[in-house]
């Protein structure tokens, strides 16, 4: 009988948490492989399997790396690596699975989409775990290899073998340069950097793993074709360190302590790529000079602080009638405390790609063609402590800024004047209407309020009204210059008809700006539970308050009789009373409008004297809304019964307003006749017209 032997065996951490004999075998249960111990090595020494390697697939490199030695490192015949952004490995530690780190091979693959750099003989690493890379760092861009080999005799890792630079580079980098460009990005493989000393500032182009370009990793710039007639465009490869210094003393057109942005620009001066920066003005103000399309003039900075011009372009070297592409900007929302001396490093440096507004595109145009008062600007409400606020925010969302302006029409503070001003936002704006305050509004009844700004000169002040008192309408914007009420933060703003803004202001220019609707009201007025249920800025065909939005009417010849009677008494008419003549239905655009109802019934009594009482009702309600009395001195004769009221919508559903009339003591009630007949031929003019009102 043949004789089975099982040895020593265990998990990968059992078997490495023991140092077996010299000579005794072992095996591992999690790798299936052997080891044989030389009573030293922790685990023993591993026997390969055949034309098998490890590979090791460690956590995603967020930081960059010092003594890198990722779990399980040990096993790793080959690490296949990913980053979250360009990062940087300064050293690695040999360790191992035999009794010896010497001849160590390790394949490293870069798995991710950002470049990692091993650092050359960098001192960040421990001395016996550096990369010796032959005086330079090697970059491994994505999808390629390098194989390192520990060697004890030198304490470094060599290079035994790499394709860093070859056509897989090389076809990355044309996979990235497609990307780019469907991204509308004009520099691939690039980042824009700034450095500032002695009061002059330097613009640099490095790669994304932060170095200068070079042959084998380059940055790319696609540029327009330099024939303005052509259609194409070309790629100017950056092999060498590209930068622009603007020299101590040179403005570019900026002022003390204010706001600015600079563009960078490459221009392809006959294949030679000169970088380029232009101040091109802020929001309202800027200029439509950055212009990628076409064929552009650069002067030369010099370096001797004299580029002092807005609106032009500057470059180490002049160039002329060139084309450029936009890179980036920078900017600098403090300014500078003295302009021409670049002490600070902008708060942003963005890469230009498609999307980003060039400067001047997205204001003066939208100025003159945008029918909304409010440019670049949209209204956002919220409510706390039952206090409602109103905030201006731009249309990204975010609190006006210098970068990101919102703009305000006004007309000329002057009465006599006849044109207009804008006013630039840059800073969060809002206004608190307190809890308490009322702003003449009722319990659970719908209502409007209209947002405006006004100009107290040169300063923004955000204002509410309510412009509907009972059924009186304030003629909002029809000559906008007014007063305004501090709103106070103590509940007070309880009146209708009144401005209320955060500061009193007198006598100032005054932009409406749009309104807010709540279209259920308020449970309790003054307690501000709710947010608006509708909120429209103001513009071409929006109605300002006591404008019509419809007219429905319903006109009547016909003949018709009746004998109930209405009694002439102090109590108010019911619906069960006198004979419906004429009806009007109506649907609301909003329950926060008027309805503005006319009515006028011709009627004659089959008696004299006597008398005819007419009213108007709504709905199902049982008491009328409004009556008149018509007397007749002889019998047959008619008369004209007329009433004209003004009613709150209460809802966005139809509703229907109804004439009932009767005599008040008996007998018969003609309506368009006379005697029981037709006056006219049916050409009695009797009618119903009910009007929606904007509030």
């Known amino acids: ?34 080891h044989l111990g030389d009573g030293a090595t922790a685990g023993g020494m591993r026997l390969s399997k055949k034309n098998v390697v ?28 990913n980053s979250d952004a360009a990062r940087s490995i300064t050293g690695m530690v040999p360790n191992t699975v035999t009794d010896t780190t010497d001849g160590v091979t390790r394949q490293i693959y870069n798995g991710g989409a950002f470049n990692i750099t091993l650092k050359d003989q960098s001192g960040s ?29 030198a304490s470094r890792w060599l290079v035994v ?35 500032h000393a002695g009061g002059a500032v330097t613009f640099a182009i490095k790669t994304l793993a932060g170095a200068d370009p070079s042959v084998a990793d380059p940055v790319l710039v696609l540029v327009r074709s330099a024939t303005a007639a052509n259609g194409d465009y070309s790629m100017l490869t950056l092999t060498a360190a590209t930068s622009l210094t603007v020299s101590s003393g040179s403005s570019l057109g900026t002022t003390n302590n204010a706001a600015f942005r600079l563009w960078l620009v490459g221009f392809d001066d006959a294949g030679t790529f000169r970088l380029g920066v232009i101040n091109a003005g802020l929001g309202v103000y800027a200029q439509q000079v950055v212009l990628p399309h076409f064929l552009s003039t650069s002067s030369a900075e010099g370096g001797a602080g004299n580029a002092d011009s807005a609106t032009t372009y500057y470059t180490g070297t002049a160039v002329a009638s060139k084309p450029l592409a936009v890179l980036g900007y920078a900017d600098y929302p403090a300014g500078l405390a003295a302009a021409g001396t ?11 790609h498609a999307g980003i507004p060039l400067p001047g595109t997205d204001t003066a145009a939208g100025i003159r063609n945008n029918g909304f008062v409010l440019v670049n600007g949209k209204v956002e409400t919220s409510v706390g402590a039952s206090a409602l606020t109103i905030t201006i925010k731009t249309l990204a969302g975010f609190p006006p800024n210098v970068f990101d302006q919102v703009y305000v029409l006004f007309r000329n503070a002057t009465a006599a004047a006849g044109d207009f001003s804008v006013m630039t936002l840059t800073a969060a704006t809002t206004l608190t209407v307190s809890s308490g305050s009322t702003l003449g509004t009722a319990n659970a009844t719908p209502f409007r309020l209209w947002l405006v700004g006004f100009n107290d000169a040169g300063t923004f002040r955000l204002g509410v009204i309510n412009c509907l008192s009972g059924t009186s309408i304030f003629p909002l914007g029809q000559f906008p210059i007014a007063s305004s009420t501090a709103e106070g933060g103590a509940g007070g703003a309880d009146s209708p008809h009144v401005f209320y803004s955060g500061s009193a202001v007198a006598a100032k220019a005054y932009a409406v700006l749009g309104y807010l609707s709540f279209e259920s009201g308020l449970a309790t007025a003054g307690a501000w539970s709710a947010v608006p249920t509708r909120m429209q800025l103001f513009g071409h065909g929006v109605p300002l308050p006591g404008t019509e939005i419809q007219n429905a009417r319903t006109d009547s010849g016909a003949l018709a009789t009746g004998t109930t009677t209405i009694p002439l008494d102090d109590t108010i008419p019911q619906n069960t009373e006198g004979d419906e ?3 009007r239905a109506i649907t609301p655009t909003s329950a926060a409008n008027l309805l503005r109802l006319r009515c006028e019934a011709v009627v004659a009594h089959g008696s004299g004297p006597s008398a005819i ?3 108007i009702f709504r709905d199902a309600v049982a008491s009328a809304l409004a ?10 004769v008619t008369n004209r019964i007329t009433l004209e009221i003004d009613a709150l919508a209460g809802a966005a559903a139809s509703t229907t307003f109804k004439l009932r009339a009767g005599t008040t003591s008996g007998g018969t009630l003609t309506f368009n006749g006379s005697a029981g007949g037709r006056l006219m031929g049916g050409l009695m003019n009797s009618f119903m017209r009910v009007r929606e009102i904007m509030t």
């Open 613 to 615: 009482i007419g009213a």
């Open 627 to 636: 009556a008149d009395i018509v007397y007749f001195y002889v019998a047959g």
């Open 581 to 583: 003549y004429l009806s």
């Open 1 to 34: 009988m043949s004789i089975r032997v099982k040895h020593i065996r265990g998990t990968t951490a059992e078997v490495e948490s023991v140092t077996p004999l010299e000579g005794e075998l072992g095996y591992d249960t999690t790798r299936k492989e052997a």
């Open 342 to 352: 670049w002490s600070v490093s902008p708060t942003t440096l963005q890469l230009y």
């Open 54 to 81: 490890e590979i090791v697939s460690p956590a995603q490199i967020t930081a960059d790396q010092n003594d890198y030695a990722p779990t399980n490192l040990k096993h790793a015949g080959a690490l296949i690596l």
């Open 125 to 153: 690493s421990t001395a016996a775990n550096r990369f010796d890379l032959n005086s330079a760092d090697v970059v491994l861009l994505p999808k390629t290899t390098i194989t390192l080999r520990y060697s004890n005799a």
């Open 161 to 195: 073998g790499s394709n860093v630079g070859s056509a897989v580079a090389s076809l990355g980098v044309v996979a990235r340069t497609l990307a780019g460009s469907a991204l509308g990005i004009s520099m691939v493989n690039g980042t824009l950097t700034e450095s």
